[in-house]
């Protein structure tokens, strides 16, 4: 019997393979092609206090190997998701953490405080992404200090585990991991989307319509492999590894840098069930190579 089993932020999960926030919605389109229950962990779409429309369109662009978006949070708002998502989503045997965004730190707490005992969510992950409107848009995630202060907020509103997630848009994304970490976050996930703009050469205008957007999908996936392999170091919290992951090889990189467990997003929109055939491969190839349990391959790389 091979384990596939692994804890993050004292959450036990069946095996580490997570679905990344804003790319599997609540779960329910998802439900119609399998059972969410064979999944290590959902993590839903971005939840705000306020319902939020997003951007409007163009706000997806195809590159060459990954995905620009600038969806905006589009959601329900908090207390739509506490009535109406969380409850449907509780029927499968799946940890569910809610990804929460804020553009203060008044925000963050008042979503942290109203999720705290929610029957049936296992964790927050903070995305400290957003811009913070007191500081004049820049990003919570960007400055050790302000990513360190929404982290010591909702560890103050909450007795859930915290995932602090990592935005890759800085120079040295060590002193972000170590600032969370000594606020308190439980887990560290990353990456969050690189900034990326694409142009029409015909119209000679940005194709989104927020100009910029997120890059994601396999293009990312040597950033992220280096900064989970650079935050694995330097903290001794758990970290849940993400950017363009599609296959069970692409996870397997991701835990031999450092990650305990892995989140597949972009890979998603793609092919639906890649969550369940990197699960299969991990299995599949654990077997092969005789690893009785996923966990030594946690940190495993080999440097000389
Ligand atoms: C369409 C889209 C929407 C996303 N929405 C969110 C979000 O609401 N909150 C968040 O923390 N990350 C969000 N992300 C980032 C993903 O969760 C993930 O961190 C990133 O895409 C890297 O993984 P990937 O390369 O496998 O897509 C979004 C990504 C995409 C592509």
């Given at each position: 019997m091979i384990n596939l089993a692994v804890e993050v932020a004292g959450i036990k999960v069946k095996n580490p393979v997570m679905t990344a926030s804003g790319t599997f919605g609540f779960g329910r389109e998802y439900s119609k092609f399998y059972?969410?229950?064979?999944?290590?962990?959902i993590m839903v779409k971005g939840t705000t206090l306020e319902p939020r429309l997003g951007n409007p369109p163009p706000r997806l662009a195809e590159t060459p190997a990954g995905l620009l978006n600038?969806?905006?949070?589009?959601?329900?708002?908090v207390d739509a998701v506490i009535k109406e998502e969380i409850p449907w989503l509780s029927q499968y045997d799946v940890p569910i953490i809610v990804n929460i965004s804020g553009h203060s730190l008044e925000e963050y707490g008042e979503i942290a405080l109203r999720l705290d005992g929610v029957a049936g969510v296992a964790g927050l992950e903070i995305n400290i992404s957003c811009p913070n409107v007191k500081h004049g848009g820049l990003a919570f995630g960007t400055e050790p200090q302000m990513a360190a202060d929404v982290i010591r907020t909702v560890k103050d509103k909450s007795k859930l585990p915290i995932i602090a997630k990592l935005s890759p848009?800085?120079?040295?994304?060590t002193e972000i991991a170590k600032a969370v970490e000594a606020a308190g976050a439980d887990a560290i996930s990353l990456i969050n989307t690189l900034l990326g703009m694409a142009i029409d050469i015909k119209t000679r205008r940005p194709v989104l319509s927020n100009i910029v957007g997120g890059l994601s999908g396999p293009a990312v996936k040597p950033v992220a492999v280096r900064m989970v392999w650079q935050v694995a170091r330097a903290v001794k919290i758990p970290i849940i590894g993400m950017g363009g992951i599609v296959s069970a090889e692409d996870a397997i990189e991701f835990l031999l840098a450092g990650a305990s467990a892995v989140a597949v997003g972009a890979g998603n929109f793609y092919d639906p069930l890649a969550p369940l055939k990197v699960i299969e491969g991990i299995k599949a190839w654990l077997e092969q190579e005789k690893i009785a349990d996923i966990r030594e391959l946690i940190g495993a790389v080999k440097i000389c």
């Open positions: 059972n969410l229950s064979l999944l290590g962990a600038c969806i905006g949070l589009q959601n329900p708002g848009n800085v120079t040295d994304i």
